[in-house]
């Protein structure tokens, strides 16, 4: 029977199966990619540099299926490999991926593997799209840190869309220390200003109806006036505030409920859950 | 063989053979401290299987060079306590003891799994030595039980051994809520073989 002769060799022919996860490092970051060297997954025309079964000593060769470009990474560097869906379909360990000639148990994984891959890209591009409205100044790199690390499950999907609106670096996590402060307090106020007019618009859209009386409508607009000055209050207090966890206390109570990427229904603010959870994350 | 593995370096000696022979390899069969030669050498041929050995083939003392028994601990941390809720944010960290890992090419293999039935294989070039492949640290984690898989990449990359799951270490660790941090000894009751 054949017998698996190194580890580079069973990598190789277990993605030339099925598509694995790649995690490591850059800059202290863990980034996920998926990859494979399976020819039906790869596809025509892109098997150009054809790497597969080419192992060389010094790097890793793979397809990222999600970039749908090859990709090498040195051998050397500290790499984790994740094999998904195993036991799903009654395979009991990774070695066991090599020994298997069974396509339908092969198709299988890789269907379970691809949904999983689609709900990430899915989770990614809905992150993005409430970030930019509430903040079109965000910060590319950021993002990409952050939607990582929601992706290795270090954070939540809140907490991933709270930092990246308020473009807050792991630096500033770290030393629990917001640097540009009245950039925070900018941005804290722009996410007021989006929930403001929302409720500025539903409010004037009742008054516009013919349904009710002028007391009604004066009503209306007294409320109107309540949440400006509210908000007015809140951008006022922020003013003097340093910590982050004390600008986010500052959200309007008129406008409740707050948020859930601010602070959660039970009271916790996403700067402080986010810092500690990225302290923790460091202190590995 | 006070750290409860069998030196991955030198000969087996005459103190190590003690250790081999208690070790349990989940079967029917155990040996004992009063165990005849002759019963080992029938226990090890039926019972161990060695990568480069036909099953059922006699199986010598010196094949258990550089055998190890695959070690680990695992460190569960409780989730902070906080006023109005739990803040997910316990963490479990399993770490093979390196010398409990046999080199095969140069490298160690390491196999994690936490809940599920994806696996987490990573690779030490014993070369470039890093702590880091060794564990595997999941944060984020609600309080409650977990069970945590771990195995070395010899056995599961061997054909000639069955993929029970007694090939690995099988160990439900507990994340507590306002808790105190838990650290788990964990070790797989068969040998790892070259």
Same mark, same amino acid.
């Given at each position: 029977?054949?017998q698996?002769?190194?580890?580079?060799?069973?990598?190789?022919?277990v993605a030339?199966k099925?598509?694995?996860?790649?995690?490591?490092?850059?800059?202290?970051?863990?980034?996920?990619?998926?990859?494979?060297?399976?020819p039906?997954?790869i596809?025509?025309?892109?098997?150009?540099?054809?790497?597969?079964?080419?192992?060389?000593?010094e790097?890793h060769? @793979?397809?990222?299926v999600v970039?749908?470009?090859? @990709?090498k990474?040195?051998?050397k560097?500290?790499?984790?490999?994740?094999?998904y869906n195993?036991?799903?379909?009654?395979v009991?360990c990774?070695?066991?991926?090599?020994?298997? +000639?069974?396509?339908?148990? !092969?198709?299988?994984?890789?269907?379970?593997?691809?949904?999983?891959?689609?709900?990430?890209?899915?989770?990614?591009?809905?992150?993005?799209?409430?970030? !930019?409205?509430?903040n &079109?100044?965000y910060?590319?790199?950021?993002f990409?840190?952050?939607?990582?690390?929601?992706?290795?499950g270090?954070?939540?999907?809140?907490?991933?869309?709270?930092s990246?609106i @308020?473009?807050?670096?792991?630096?500033?996590?770290r030393? +629990?220390?917001?640097?540009?402060v009245?950039?925070f307090?900018?941005i804290?106020?722009?996410?007021?200003?989006?929930?403001e007019?929302?409720?500025?618009?539903t409010?004037?859209?009742?008054?516009?109806?013919?349904?009710?009386?002028?007391?009604e409508?004066?009503?209306?607009?007294?409320?109107?006036?309540m949440i400006?000055?509210?908000?007015a209050?809140?951008?006022?207090?922020?003013k003097?505030?340093?910590?982050?966890?004390?600008i986010?206390?500052e959200?309007?109570?008129?406008?409740?409920?707050?948020?859930? @990427?601010?602070?959660?229904?039970?009271?916790?603010?996403?700067?402080t859950?986010?810092?500690?959870?990225?302290?923790?994350?460091?202190?590995? | 063989?006070?750290?409860g593995?069998?030196?991955?370096?030198?000969? !087996?000696?005459?103190?190590?053979?003690?250790?081999?022979?208690?070790t349990?390899? *989940?079967?029917?069969?155990?040996? /004992?401290?009063?165990?005849?030669?002759?019963?080992?050498k029938?226990?090890?041929?039926?019972?161990?299987?060695?990568?480069? &050995?036909?099953?059922?083939s006699?199986?010598?003392?010196?094949?258990?060079?550089?055998?190890?028994?695959?070690?680990?601990?695992?460190?569960?941390?409780?989730?902070t306590?906080?006023?109005?809720? %739990?803040?997910?944010?316990?963490?479990?960290?399993?770490?093979?003891?390196?010398d409990s890992?046999?080199?095969?090419?140069g490298?160690k293999?390491?196999?994690?799994?936490? %809940? *599920?039935?994806t696996w987490?294989?990573?690779?030490? %070039?014993?070369?470039?030595?890093?702590?880091?492949c060794? /564990?595997?640290l999941r944060?984020?984690l609600?309080?409650g039980?977990?069970?945590?898989?771990?195995? +070395? *990449?010899?056995?599961?990359s %061997?054909?000639?051994?069955p993929?029970?799951?007694?090939?690995?270490i099988?160990?439900?660790v507990?994340?507590?809520?306002n808790d105190n941090?838990?650290?788990?000894v964990?070790?797989? +009751?068969?040998?790892g073989?070259?």
């Open positions: 029977m054949h698996i002769k190194s580890y580079s060799e069973k990598i190789n022919v030339s099925c598509i694995i996860g790649l995690e490591y490092e850059e800059s202290n970051i863990p980034i996920l990619k998926f990859v494979t060297l399976n039906s997954i596809g025509d025309g892109l098997s150009e540099c054809n790497y597969i079964y080419n192992h060389d000593d790097y060769h @793979f397809f990222d970039e749908k470009k090859w @990709f990474y040195s051998e560097n500290h790499i984790s490999f994740i094999y195993l036991e799903a379909n009654n009991s990774t070695g066991d991926l090599f020994f298997i +000639d069974d396509n339908s148990i !092969i198709d299988n994984i890789n269907k379970d593997t691809i949904k999983m891959i689609d709900d990430n890209t899915r989770q990614i591009k809905e992150l993005l799209s409430n970030v !930019i409205k509430y &079109k100044q910060d590319g790199k950021l990409n840190i952050y939607s990582q690390l929601m992706l290795s270090t954070l939540t999907y809140d907490e991933a869309l709270f990246s @308020f473009n807050i670096t792991i630096d500033e996590y030393s +629990d220390k917001i640097q540009n009245p950039n307090i900018e804290f106020k722009n996410v007021i200003k989006f929930y007019d929302k409720a500025v618009y409010i004037e859209s009742e008054i516009q109806s013919d349904s009710l009386d002028d007391d409508k004066e009503e209306l607009k007294l409320i109107i006036d400006n000055e509210s908000v209050q809140s951008y006022d207090k922020c003097n505030l340093t910590e982050p966890w004390e986010l206390e959200y309007p109570t008129i406008l409740y409920p707050i948020p859930i @990427f601010i602070e959660d229904e039970r009271g916790n603010d996403s700067y859950k986010s810092k500690i959870k990225i302290q923790n994350f460091f202190k590995k | 063989m006070s750290n593995y069998v030196n991955v370096s030198g000969e !087996i000696k005459s103190s190590c053979i003690s250790c081999v022979r208690g349990n390899y *989940g079967q029917t069969c155990k040996t /004992t401290s009063t165990m005849s030669v002759n019963d080992s029938n226990f090890y041929t039926t019972k161990a299987s060695m990568p480069n &050995k036909p099953s059922g006699e199986t010598s003392l010196t094949d258990f060079y550089c055998s190890s028994v695959t070690t680990a601990y695992i460190k569960t941390i409780s989730e306590w906080s006023t109005y809720c %739990n803040n997910n944010d316990g963490s479990i960290c399993a770490s093979f003891v390196c890992i046999v080199t095969k090419n490298v293999v390491y196999n994690f799994n936490l %809940n *599920g039935s987490v294989e990573k690779v030490e %070039n014993t070369s470039v030595p890093n702590a880091a060794r /564990t595997l944060t984020g609600n309080s039980t977990y069970t945590v898989q771990l195995q +070395d *990449g010899l056995t599961s %061997n054909p000639q051994r993929r029970a799951s007694l090939d690995r099988c160990k439900t507990t994340v507590g809520y941090t838990r650290v788990y964990a070790q797989r +009751d068969q040998l073989l070259l």
